[in-house]
């Protein structure tokens, strides 16, 4: 079965150093890999997404993410992050092909940023 | 509409109850998702529908849950027996039909129900 793992329950970072947010699936094919941030209060909103090309992935706020079949990751990365930053980030992978169209989420990862 | 909206926001229930929680999709999105999260969790899958059809229902955990398309648009879901452990936020998506690929998931805001 899919699964996905983020090892981080809870980080904290200083405003203007760099994050990378872990993220393992398990999936026999090509995966289908997202990144969604949740603010409090707000809804889920994508970061980023792969699911073929280049395995580096742009997103929006200055996210990016790389995939790593070698070692089934799909790591989120920002080089300076800034305060509006805090919320909850959570890895997600949907099987590659076919009607199954649902997303298996990770468990989230708690991001705080010291000033 | 201009996002998924989900009515109410805020539902508190007895336990044994019926609720019934709405989601109004993006217009035109002819793909329809509901999921269940609890605190401290991620988004766990309920159902999925393409159009009025429910395409993949496995994440429903018992017949105690309900969902209906009826017009392809609007989508409810219905929770007979409300149990204590049905506590959490409810979010409803929506993307076009193959948009979650393209452009991912547009979320609700979700509808916290609070069984008592």
Known sequence: ?115 | GAGVSQTPSNKVTEKGKYVELRCDPISGHTALYWYRQSLGQGPEFLIYFQGTGAADDSGLPNDRFFAVRPEGSVSTLKIQRTERGDSAVYLCASTDRDGDVTSGYTFGSGTRLTVV
């Open chain 1, 1 to 115: 079965a899919q699964s996905v793992t983020q090892p981080d329950i809870h980080i904290t970072v200083s405003e203007g150093a760099s994050l990378e947010l872990r993220c393992n699936y398990s999936y026999g094919a090509t995966p289908y890999l997202f990144w969604y941030v949740q603010s409090p209060g707000q809804g889920l909103q994508l970061l980023l997404k792969y699911f073929s090309g280049d395995t580096l992935v742009q997103g929006i706020k200055g996210f990016e993410a790389e995939f790593k079949r070698s070692q089934s990751s799909f790591n989120l990365r920002k080089p300076s992050v800034h305060w509006s930053d805090a919320a909850e980030y959570f890895c997600a992978v949907r099987q590659g092909a076919g009607n199954n169209r649902k997303l298996i989420w990770g468990l989230g990862t708690s991001l705080a940023v010291n000033p």
